[in-house]
C-alpha cells in the first residue's frame, strides 16, 4: 500500500494515539457521560413503528392503489379472520354470531366486527337469493314436512319424535311422504357419537331446509378489524389478546366448536411473538458462544473485557445517533443492533490483536498501542468508510425500511471507528497488561499456513471454476414474496390461512379494485369472469336479488302453509320419559323388522335397533342425564332452524338504495366507489397459480390491490433495491479503494473474493433450496460489510509486509479476521434452529455465507497475491 495515500491518515493516528495516551481517564469519562446522556435520550425519544405497510416507498404504483382501496374502504385494512367451525350449520351460525357479539361489545379493542355471509338482511332475504328452482324444490320439501312440523310443534321432546317416527315406519300415518332415512341416521349417528364419547348434533337444517337458510357450511368466517398501536413491538396485542381470550371461553363452554385465528394481521403478530420468544433464549446462546469465541482468540480477560466496553458504549451512541437522525426503528432497522455488534466487533478484535502481538515480541505498553494504530488504523479507518458507502447505498431505493437501517448502521460504522480509536486504547493503557505471552494455538495448521502461497495457481484456477459454475446456478436463484412461507408452518395460523388458500369463496388472497360508476363496476366485473384463473366476482348488483316477485308468490305460499306452526313453536323441552320413548321405539323397530323383511330402510333399521340396545343397557333407567343429552343432541337445534326459517318467510321485495349501511359500506364507499370482489379459481398455495391469477387480473384490472399483488409487487421492488443498492456500492467501495489504494491489482483484489464469495453463497443456497426472502435478504449488507472489511485488512497487511519465515495465516490479522468471522457466526448461529423458517433462512444464509467470505479471504485472496514477499 503507497505511502502516499495513506501518510497524512497515519500522522493523526499518531498524533490521536498520543492524545489518548496522555489523557486516558478523562477520555473514558467523557465517552461515559456521553453514552449514558445518549441513553438517556433514546429512551426518551427513540420511537418504533411496526406498521409493515411503510417499509416500501408510499409512492410505488401497488402501494398507491392500496391506499386508494383502503381510503375508500378501511372496515377491509389490518383485519384478523377468525375461522368458526362446527359439526353443523347451526351451531356454526350460533357460535359465529356469539363471537362477532362478543367483539362488538369491546370497542376499544376493535373498530368493526361483521360477518361477510351472516346479518339480520341476509336471514330475512335468504329464499330470495335462491335460484327459483331450488326454491321450488325446498318449498316442496317444507310443504312434505308440514305434517312432521305441525306435529313436532305440539309434542316437543324425544317422545313426539319417535312416535311421528314409528308411525311411518308403520304406515300408519299418510300424511308423512318426507323421505325417512336422513331422519334415521340422524338418530341413529346421535346414538352412536353419545357411546362414543364424541359431541355430535342433529341438523334440522340439513334435513329440513336442504341446507338453503344462508349458513351453506359448517365453516364461517368473522372478519374484525383491531385497533392497532404501531408504536409497540407488537401493534395489535391488546386485541389480539382479547379476541384469543374470547375464543378460548367460547370453546370452553361448547366442546363442538372450533374457532381460529388467522389473517395477515394475526400472522404478522404471531411472527413477532415468535421472533421475540426465541429471541431470549437465541441471545443467551450466542453471548456464550461469542464470548467463549473471544476468549478463545484474544485469550486473555481483560482484552475481552475492553472489547465488550468498546462494543456496548458504541451500541448506545448508535441508538442515540439513530434517535436524532431517524426518530425510529422500524422492523428492519431494528436490526442494527445485530449489524453494529457483527461488524463493529472487527475493529475492536484487529486492535487487539496486533496490540497482544506486539506486546508479546516485547513492546512497551505505549509503543505497543501506538504500533496497533499505526498499523491497524488505517484499515479500520478505510473498513468504516467502505462499509458504510454499501450502506448508504440503500437510501435512494424504494426499500424505505432498508433506507432507514443504511442510514443508522452508516453512522454506526465511524460511531464504531471512533469508539475503537478513542475507547479501546484508553482502556488498553488503564488496564496495565503484564507478562504477555505469544498465543499458542491449539493445534498445528502445518501445511495450511502455506496454502496460499505453496498452491496458488491451483487454488486460481479452481477459484475461475467455482465462479463460472455458481453463474450458471444462480440462474435458478429465486425470491420467495409469499411471506406465509416464513412463518412456522405447524402454527394453527399458517395451517388455517392455507386451509383458506384453498377455498375458491374464502380464500384471504382475493383481490378488489374500484369503479367510479355502477356500469363500469359491472362491465369491469364481466371482463374478470371471463379469466381462467379467476372463479367469480363480487359487487353491489350481487346483493340484488333477481325475479323477487316470483320468489315472494312462493314464500307467501309457503308462509300460508307453514307460518302458524312456526310461530307456535315451543323453544322448551315438554317434560316426558326419554328412555321410554327410547324402549317403544326398539319395541317398535323390532316388530318392524319381524314383520316386513323387505323393509326399504332395512338396513338403517338394523344399526338402530342395536345402537338402541347398546345405549339403554349401558345407561340405567336411574341415570337420567343421558337420555336428557341425547334429547338435547337430537332435537336441541331444532327451535334454530325453525326460528331461521319463519324469519326466511317474511321476506320482502327490496331495491339496492334499501340495502342497509352495514352492507353497503361494504361495497360502495362514501365517495361513490364501487368495490368489486375478485375470488381466485385455483389453490393460492401454489406459486404458480398465485403469480397466474395475480397477472391476469392486472391485465384487465391494473389498479386491483390485495395481498397477492402486495407480496408480489414488494418481492419485485425488494429485489430491485437490493440490486440497485449493491451494484452501486460495489463500483463506489472499488472506485474509493482505486483512488486510495492508487493500485487496480490491490483495488481488485479486495472486491474480487468478495464477488466470489457472493456467487458461490448464492449458488449454495440454491442446492439447499433456501430461497431469499424478506427475512434473510437483510443479512447481505453485513454480509457484504464483512466481506469488504476482511480483505482490507489482508490485503493490508500483506502490503505491509510479513515478519522473517510468517505466513499470512500465521499473522495476527488473519487470526484477527478469523476470530471476527468466528464471533459474527456464532452470534447468528442459534437462528438457523429458531422455528421461524424466516430467521432459520436468515440464519443458514449467513453461516454460508460467513464460511465462504472466510475462505475467500484468507485462501484465494492472498493466492491472487502471489508472493508474499512482494
Not at 491518515?9 to 495516551?21: A, E, N, P, S
Not at 394475526?266 to 469465541?293: D, N, Q, R, Y
Not at 498501542?369 to 454499501?390: E, K, P, R, Y
Not at 498445528?444 to 479452481?462: A, E, V
Request: charged letters at 15%.
Amino acid at each position: 500500500m503507497s505511502a502516499h495515500s495513506s501518510s497524512m491518515i497515519d500522522r493523526f493516528l499518531c498524533w490521536w494515539g498520543t492524545q489518548v495516551l496522555r489523557f486516558p481517564w478523562l477520555l473514558i469519562l467523557t465517552v461515559f457521560i456521553l453514552s449514558g446522556s445518549s441513553l438517556y435520550y433514546t429512551s426518551q425519544n427513540l420511537g418504533v413503528n411496526t406498521n409493515t405497510a411503510e417499509m416500501l416507498s408510499p409512492d410505488l404504483p401497488f402501494q398507491k392503489n392500496r391506499q386508494r382501496i383502503e381510503a375508500e374502504f378501511p372496515q377491509d385494512a389490518n383485519v384478523i379472520i377468525l375461522v368458526v367451525d362446527a359439526l353443523t350449520p347451526e351451531q356454526t351460525s350460533l357460535a359465529a354470531n356469539m363471537l362477532a357479539d362478543t367483539l362488538k361489545a369491546q370497542p376499544r379493542n376493535f373498530s368493526s366486527v361483521y360477518i361477510p355471509t351472516e346479518n339480520e338482511f341476509f336471514r330475512q332475504q335468504a329464499l330470495l337469493f335462491l335460484d327459483q328452482n331450488e326454491l321450488e324444490d325446498l318449498s316442496a320439501k317444507l310443504i312434505d314436512a308440514q305434517p312432521f312440523i305441525g306435529y313436532l310443534s305440539q309434542n316437543y321432546h324425544l317422545e313426539g319424535l319417535f312416535d311421528i317416527v314409528s308411525k311411518a315406519l308403520k304406515k300408519t300415518d299418510d300424511h308423512l311422504p318426507m323421505d325417512l332415512e336422513p331422519l334415521l341416521l340422524a338418530i341413529n349417528n346421535s346414538l352412536a357419537h353419545q357411546l362414543s364419547g364424541k359431541p355430535y348434533a342433529v341438523s334440522w337444517q340439513n334435513l329440513l331446509a336442504a341446507d338453503k337458510l344462508n349458513s351453506k357450511t359448517n365453516r364461517t368466517i368473522v372478519i374484525a378489524r383491531p385497533r392497532m398501536n404501531f408504536e409497540a413491538i407488537l401493534p395489535a396485542e391488546q386485541a389480539l389478546t382479547a379476541a384469543r381470550n374470547t375464543v378460548k371461553l367460547i370453546m370452553q363452554e361448547h366442546p363442538g366448536i372450533r374457532i381460529r385465528i388467522t389473517g395477515e394481521t394475526a400472522l404478522e403478530h404471531e411472527e413477532l411473538e415468535s421472533v421475540s420468544e426465541g429471541a431470549i433464549i437465541s441471545g443467551i446462546v450466542s453471548l456464550i458462544l461469542v464470548c467463549s469465541s473471544l476468549w478463545i482468540g484474544l485469550r486473555s480477560f481483560k482484552l475481552l473485557l475492553a472489547t465488550f466496553i468498546a462494543l456496548i458504549l458504541g451500541l448506545i451512541l448508535t441508538a442515540g445517533f439513530a434517535t436524532l437522525a431517524i426518530g425510529h426503528l422500524n422492523l428492519i432497522s431494528i436490526a442494527f443492533a445485530v449489524l453494529y455488534i457483527g461488524l463493529g466487533v472487527d475493529y475492536a478484535i484487529h486492535l487487539c490483536l496486533h496490540y497482544r502481538e506486539c506486546r508479546s515480541e516485547g513492546m512497551e505498553n505505549r509503543e505497543s498501542i501506538i504500533d496497533s494504530l499505526h498499523t491497524v488504523g488505517f484499515s479500520i479507518f478505510l473498513c468504516a468508510i467502505t462499509t458504510s458507502m454499501g450502506f448508504l447505498a440503500f437510501i435512494p431505493t424504494d426499500y424505505s425500511g432498508v433506507s432507514e437501517l443504511g442510514v443508522i448502521s452508516a453512522g454506526g460504522m465511524f460511531i464504531g471507528l471512533a469508539v475503537s480509536l478513542t475507547v479501546l486504547p484508553a482502556l488498553l493503557t488503564v488496564l496495565k497488561f503484564h507478562h504477555v505471552q505469544p498465543i499458542k494455538p491449539f493445534f498445528s495448521l502445518g501445511i495450511l499456513t502455506t496454502l496460499p502461497f505453496r498452491y496458488g495457481k491451483l487454488i486460481r484456477i479452481f477459484s475461475l471454476v467455482l465462479a463460472i459454475g455458481s453463474c450458471l446456478l444462480l440462474t435458478q436463484l429465486v425470491f420467495d414474496s409469499n411471506p406465509i412461507n416464513l412463518r412456522d408452518p405447524e402454527s394453527e395460523s399458517v395451517a388455517t390461512i392455507k386451509e383458506l388458500l384453498r377455498s375458491q369463496t374464502d380464500s384471504p388472497f382475493a383481490l378488489s379494485t374500484l369503479a367510479s360508476n355502477r356500469k363500469a363496476a359491472a362491465h369491469l366485473a364481466q371482463q374478470l369472469e371471463q379469466l381462467p384463473s379467476v372463479h367469480d366476482t363480487i359487487f353491489i348488483d350481487d346483493l340484488l336479488a333477481k325475479d323477487q316477485q316470483n320468489k315472494l308468490d312462493i314464500i307467501e305460499d309457503l308462509d300460508l302453509i307453514l307460518g302458524h306452526q312456526l310461530n307456535t313453536f315451543d323453544n322448551e323441552f315438554i317434560q316426558t320419559n326419554p328412555r321410554q320413548a327410547l324402549l317403544n321405539l326398539y319395541s317398535d323397530i323390532t316388530a318392524i323388522l319381524e314383520t316386513n323383511t323387505a323393509h326399504p330402510n332395512r338396513a338403517i333399521l338394523e344399526q338402530l335397533q342395536n345402537n338402541i340396545r347398546l345405549f339403554t343397557n349401558y345407561y340405567s333407567e336411574y341415570n337420567t342425564q343421558p337420555y336428557l343429552t341425547l334429547e338435547k343432541t337430537t332435537l336441541g337445534l331444532l327451535p334454530y332452524t325453525l326460528d331461521r326459517l319463519r324469519t326466511s318467510l317474511s321476506a320482502t321485495a327490496y331495491q339496492l338504495s334499501d340495502l342497509p349501511d352495514y352492507i353497503r359500506t361494504h361495497w360502495l364507499s362514501p365517495a361513490g366507489q364501487y368495490k368489486i370482489l375478485i375470488m381466485p379459481e385455483h389453490d393460492q398455495n401454489e406459486v404458480e397459480n398465485l403469480k397466474q391469477f395475480v397477472a391476469e387480473v392486472q391485465t384487465v384490472a391494473p389498479s386491483s390491490s390485495g395481498l397477492p399483488v402486495a407480496d408480489q409487487a414488494s418481492g419485485i421492488a425488494v429485489v430491485r433495491a437490493f440490486i440497485q443498492a449493491f451494484t452501486g456500492a460495489v463500483i463506489a467501495i472499488f472506485l474509493l479503494l482505486l483512488l486510495i489504494l492508487r493500485d487496480l491489482k490491490s483495488t481488485l483484489l479486495v472486491i474480487g473474493p468478495l464477488l466470489l464469495a457472493a456467487l458461490l453463497t448464492g449458488a449454495t443456497n440454491v442446492l439447499l433450496n433456501n430461497s431469499f426472502n424478506f427475512a434473510n435478504i437483510i443479512a447481505l449488507p453485513l454480509l457484504m460489510g464483512m466481506g469488504v472489511d476482511s480483505g482490507i485488512h489482508i490485503m493490508h497487511r500483506l502490503k505491509s509486509g510479513l515478519s522473517c519465515n510468517q505466513e499470512i495465516l500465521q499473522s495476527s490479522t488473519a487470526r484477527g479476521v478469523f476470530f471476527s468471522s468466528l464471533t459474527t457466526l456464532c452470534s447468528f448461529s442459534s437462528l438457523a434452529f429458531t422455528p421461524h423458517v424466516g430467521t432459520a433462512s436468515m440464519g443458514l444464509l449467513l453461516a454460508v455465507g460467513i464460511f465462504y467470505t472466510l475462505i475467500c479471504t484468507l485462501i484465494v485472496l492472498p493466492a491472487f497475491y502471489g508472493n508474499k514477499q512482494q
